[in-house]
């Protein structure tokens, strides 16, 4: 690939570095809040779409421009979090409503799911994107000039 085509949209979609900042952000939220119960400020790089609320009052900074490393540094650490709590958790864990923190913020349709439910919307997002990334970076290699957004 050419340098610098992480950061090129293709027929209006996020780049790759854009995807991988909406999972940091899928993460965060559906992960960390929604599975794990926890109440911390999101990491500033994820990118919510746009019908988010109050993405500032989350933490979010959606002007960010971080490098491909800098994501990929931010995913790897997502990664093992995730990969160390599937190692242990048990089917009674899965089973019980999610522990998603009592108050306003984001995603707020989580309250009354079961844990299993909230990991099954971090897994289905990181199938999905992945398939977005890899149709995506498959249509630059092809292409000589790329529809940019």
Not at 25 to 43: I, N, Q, Y
Not at 50 to 55: A, E, H, I, R
Not at 59 to 83: F, K, N, W, Y
Request: charged share 30%; aromatic share 8%.
């Amino acid at each position: 690939m050419a340098e610098g085509s992480e950061d090129l949209g293709v027929d209006g979609e996020w780049s790759m570095v854009e995807t991988l900042r909406h999972l940091v952000f899928v993460h965060d939220s559906w992960f960390r809040r929604c599975v794990l119960g926890l109440t911390e400020p999101f990491t500033a790089m994820g990118l919510a779409s746009p019908f988010v609320p109050d993405q500032k009052g989350l933490g979010l900074d959606r002007s960010a421009r971080p490098s491909l490393d800098e994501v990929l540094t931010v995913r790897d650490r997502q990664a093992s979090e995730i990969e160390a709590w599937l190692a242990e958790v048990t089917p009674e864990q899965l089973a019980r409503p999610a522990p998603v923190p009592d108050d306003d913020r984001w995603p707020p349709y989580a309250k009354g799911r079961r844990v299993r439910q909230c990991l099954g919307t971090v897994l289905n997002e990181e199938w999905q994107h992945h398939g977005f990334c890899v149709r995506d970076l498959d249509k630059l290699s092809r292409r000589g000039a790329p529809k940019v957004r």
